[in-house]
């Protein structure tokens, strides 16, 4: 069970509390809703309360973020709240593509000479593109919130997929990655990235899913431990190079007409050649990473950055299966030991953004295609991306209905539930629930808004 956040009278968080407690102070009055989602409560008399330390675990993605609250009871560490951020990257992408497209396409155009500019192109020290800051500034946002809604005590973020400085370190070629169990995973980690997550031999061509360290020169033909003598092959490859020596296996696919086996060939004389991506690439793919790390340290709190090798070890030990949060949950060396609860749904958020600036749409030569835009995005007191509980009681759409409204200067709006959009609703049947914040949501796999009539806050409650 995803648990409900509490603050009391002054605003200040609480430890999250069961939905079936939820319920009680709901029924007896003793609390009120404070937002929907994340579902958070406000109690009316109390101030203060017990406080337990909770961590924000956070596992940054480059399409979707795990993000998890883990409290650390005396009893264990426990996950109380966990989502699946998605990110909009892309999107952002493919607007600024298509914006600079159009402009190219104007100032190309034979009008009249323009000096070309050059000296204003410099960028800030630490600059990221702006669909990868967007993911940064969507975590931050976040940790933020989760902060003002629960009695959060530190951050533990994954900074990196393996970890470069024992990779760079040059004692590694020597007995560094011989050391325990963890070592063996930053190691996978890290050969995964080198060969791009195939195979080292065909390439991807055998089409199998099972990807395995493979030692070059065989161990039991001598063949040393070192990242050298490693490649990360599939298991038909694996298997069908067996116990041969790496010159004795290329004879034999050299000898093979099978077109697999032509591939397998060809890229033994990379492994040979021990052609493989520089560590400043491993660097660069970190360069987001470590930019979400540093602004979760402006939340104040004592923050732990750790790497990927140790998240997957600390996930199949304990036998979860992979998702974002669940990655999250195991981040860092508590991660090791956190029980999390069968019937906990992670809540899937998507950021959506705040709409577009841009003041009338273009055509594909560039010029106005519609009238310019309202000064107010606001129509009749709502905005698109606003929750909505709609309960109409004429015509032919009625019913109630909950979720997140696209607004239409006529006064009547779309509904996007969880069942699908519905369209034509009239503004005078809506009720606000929480105002746009650039996010969508709903819950794993389960529906979320309860399109039945009843208590608001039940039906909430129901769906987490
Ligand atoms: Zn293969």
Known sequence: MQRVFVLDNQKQPLMPCHPARARQLLDRGK???FRRVPFTLILKERTGGDVQPVEARVDPGSRTTGLALVARYPRGDQVVWAANLSHRGQTIKKNLDSRRAIRRGRRGRKTRYRAPRFLNRTRPAGWLPPSLQSRVDNVQAWARRLQRLCPLTSVAV????FDTQLIENPNLQGTDYQRGTLADWELREYLLYRHGHTCAYCGGLANDPVLEREHVVPRSRGGSNRVANQV????????????????QWLAQLRASHRK??????RNMEKVFAGLRPSLRDAAAVNATRYATGRALQTLGLPTTFWSGGRTKKNRSDQGYAKDHWIDAACVGEAGSAVRISRALRPLIIRATGHGSQQFC??????FPRTKPKPRQATVRGFRTGDLVHARVTTGKKQGTYQGRVAVRSSGSFNITTANGVVQGIAHRFCRKTQSADGYHYNFGGCDSSPTSAGAAGRGILAGI
Do not use: S, Y
């Open 260 to 265: 697999i086996d032509t591939t397998r060939a």
């Open 31 to 33: 609390a009120a809703v």
């Open 361 to 366: 749409r273009m055509d594909k030569f560039g």
């Open 232 to 247: 990360i092959a599939c298991r038909t490859c694996n298997e069908a190079k067996g116990n041969a020596l790496p010159e």
């Open 158 to 161: 994954e900074t990196v997929r």
